[in-house]
């Protein structure tokens, strides 16, 4: 899987919406490739959409479609300022990955000095997430292949995210924990209170 992260500040949210409803609608049926994506404006104005793809060239070719670059014309009005896209060829899903489900996804990003070994932590953790905390759904870590990282868990509801975010950790798993925190460095959080979750149909 390849995952592009769009993202940058609305200026336009109901003009965002339109567009984005519209690509849905019209686009993403000939994306060949596309296989969904996850999109919110968060509540300081970033919007952000992790788009899924088959492969980076899934990807490239869907970029390149004239319809995809005249969509694209319109929605970059509807932004202020800059729109950053961010490249990430290596992905790992976990618990079964993103949930269209979810009531509320909450995405993270930051820099690390070992993004294979914070896989390895996820992959040791395994299903026990899911024990400490039955609100969470699945989730996707994805890498830039450099330092840089993105990561978004899915919950049932953003209550019950709260409700749960200062569960004890066992002490079997705490320095898994506390490993993982480390390497995560300087987080940004951004929440999706009302995420789009879509998914492609499979042909």
């Known amino acids: ?34 296989l969904g994506s996850t999109s919110g404006t968060c509540s300081d104005g970033t919007f952000i959409c992790l788009a899924r793809f088959e492969s980076q060239e899934a990807a490239l070719r869907n970029s390149e479609r004239p319809e995809q670059g005249a969509w694209w014309a319109e929605t970059e009005r509807c932004f202020d300022g800059p729109v950053t896209f961010t490249d990430c060829a290596e992905v790992t899903e976990w618990m079964g990955g993103g949930s269209d489900h979810a009531g509320f996804v909450q995405v993270m990003e930051g820099h690390t000095s070992d993004a294979h070994r914070m896989v390895d932590l996820m992959t040791q953790v395994g299903d026990r997430v899911h024990e400490l905390r039955p609100e969470i759904i699945g989730g996707t870590l994805c890498s830039d292949g450099k330092d840089g990282y993105v990561e978004a868990v899915y919950f049932t509801s953003e209550k019950e995210a709260r409700l749960h975010e200062k569960v004890e950790v066992p002490d079997d798993l705490r320095s898994l924990f506390e490993e993982e925190t480390e390497l995560m460095g300087e987080v940004s959080y951004y929440d999706m209170r009302e995420p789009m979750l879509v998914s492609a149909e499979r042909k």
Not at 8 to 32: F, H, I, S, Y
């Open 1 to 34: 899987m390849f995952i592009q992260v769009i993202q940058g500040k609305v200026g336009d949210e109901a003009g965002l919406q339109r567009c984005m409803d519209r690509w849905n609608e019209e686009l993403a049926p000939g994306a060949t490739g596309y």
